[in-house]
């Protein structure tokens, strides 16, 4: 069985400093685990995919992502947070044989001038 | 490159009527997926289709819902008829061949509101 839990519905953030959204997440097989945003009244955008190279993923705008297979987390970051970055996240998991996503249920990050 | 392109962007229809929707994928994906977020919750996977093969379709709610994939290529799923709870927003996303874990390339989704 798989299934993807986002710790936090809603995150607020200042400009300028840390972002820290998380994710942790159950798989009976190898993992591939995803974070996409979207935003307002827009599709679903790949930020960042993990498949068992690299521990630690780096993706578009800034985002990263560590892989801990010991807390079975996939927590995405980034160092100085931009008003443009308000927007929702998901994480997303898949494996084995089968192609469908697992999404959890969306971070909401806010941004504060 | 276009990508994924879903028709129409809102669809507003009442309790009892039929809606189609329609998905065009990336032109080349074999791989074609609905999911669906229903309001408050998280989204789910509807079916996966390989070329015009129903792959999966183990997240069809229930028979009101017909999927369809002619040819390989575009996408439509009906809503048949039409029920409240049907609401919501319907993603289709599309994935080159490969072994699992490919990535999906979502689009904009169709927003679905059953009155």
């Known amino acids: 069985a798989q299934s993807v839990t986002q710790l936090d519905s809603h995150v607020s953030v200042s400009e300028g400093t840390p972002v820290l959204l998380r994710c942790n997440y159950s798989?009976?097989?190898?993992?591939?685990l995803f974070w996409y945003v979207q935003h307002p009244n827009k599709g679903l955008q790949l930020l960042l995919k993990?498949?068992?190279?690299?521990?630690l993923v780096k993706g578009i705008n800034g985002f990263e992502a560590e892989f801990k297979k010991s807390e079975t987390s996939f927590h995405l970051t980034k160092p100085s947070a931009h008003m443009s970055d308000a927007a929702e996240y998901f994480c997303?998991?898949?494996?084995?044989?089968?192609?469908?996503?697992?999404f959890g249920s969306g971070t909401k990050l806010n941004v504060k001038p | 490159e276009a990508g994924v392109t879903q028709f129409p962007s809102h669809s507003v229809i009442e309790k009892g009527q039929t809606v189609t929707l329609r998905c065009d994928p990336i032109s080349g994906h074999d791989n074609l997926y609905w999911y669906r977020r229903v309001m408050g919750k998280e989204i789910k996977f509807l079916l996966h289709?390989?070329?015009?093969?129903?792959?999966?379709e183990s997240g069809m709610p229930n028979n009101r819902f017909l999927a369809e994939r002619t040819g390989g290529t575009y996408s439509t799923l009906k809503v048949q008829p039409a029920e409240l709870e049907d609401s919501g927003v319907y993603f289709c996303?599309?994935?080159?061949?490969?072994?699992?874990?490919?990535?999906?390339?979502f689009g904009p989704g169709t927003r679905l509101l059953v009155l």
């Open positions: 798989s009976s097989y190898s993992p591939s």
């Open positions: 289709f390989v070329k015009e093969s129903k792959q999966d």
């Open positions: 993990y498949t068992s190279a690299a521990t």
């Open positions: 997303v998991v898949t494996g084995g044989n089968f192609n469908k996503f697992y």
């Open positions: 996303a599309s994935s080159q061949a490969g072994a699992g874990g490919e990535t999906q390339y």
